[in-house]
């Protein structure tokens, strides 16, 4: 009996691990991308891949809500995945249907001048 209450110790206590090195990940990636990163639209594609396939990952352990954790990651790598800046308005605001943004407006047009091919003048203009 001892034996199974410290097993079920012990997988408690990697499920809190699992979830804080999935939140520290999380983090440390969006501040990555923000801070020292160009993107074309095959390099936002790319990223929306691999942290799709980190998700998953995450995603095995079942107390993990890797969705919720890599949500900011997830959305950022949808706006460097579009295809020009006006598409965000498809996605922002009243046309956001069941998207919860976890990124505020000045958040996503920060995100957008991570695009080399994106223009400046248009994302400044952008309403959101």
């Given at each position: 009996?001892?034996?199974?209450?410290?097993?079920?110790?012990?997988?408690?206590?990697?499920?809190?691990?699992?979830?804080?090195?999935?939140?520290?990940l999380?983090?440390?990636?969006?501040g990555?991308?923000?801070?020292?990163?160009k993107?074309?639209q095959?390099?936002g594609?790319?990223?929306e891949?691999?942290?799709r396939m980190?998700?998953?990952?995450f995603?095995n352990?079942?107390?993990?809500s890797a969705?919720?954790?890599?949500?900011?990651?997830?959305?950022?790598?949808?706006?460097?995945?579009?295809?020009?800046?006006?598409?965000?308005?498809?996605?922002?605001?009243?046309?956001?249907?069941?998207?919860?943004?976890?990124?505020?407006s000045?958040?996503?047009?920060?995100?957008l001048?991570?695009?080399?091919?994106?223009k400046q003048?248009?994302?400044?203009?952008?309403?959101?």
């Amino acid at each position: 009996m001892f034996k199974e209450s410290s097993q079920l110790f012990t997988l408690s206590v990697q499920n809190i691990l699992i979830d804080i090195v999935a939140e520290m990940l999380a983090a440390r990636l969006e501040g990555c991308f923000i801070k020292s990163h160009k993107f074309n639209q095959l390099g936002g594609l790319r990223l929306e891949r691999e942290i799709r396939m980190l998700v998953a990952h995450f995603s095995n352990h079942d107390h993990c809500s890797a969705r919720e954790v890599f949500s900011r990651l997830i959305q950022i790598a949808t706006i460097l995945n579009l295809e020009t800046v006006h598409e965000i308005v498809e996605f922002w605001g009243d046309n956001s249907g069941a998207i919860s943004w976890r990124l505020n407006s000045t958040e996503v047009k920060t995100i957008l001048a991570l695009r080399s091919d994106f223009k400046q003048e248009a994302i400044k203009s952008l309403h959101l």
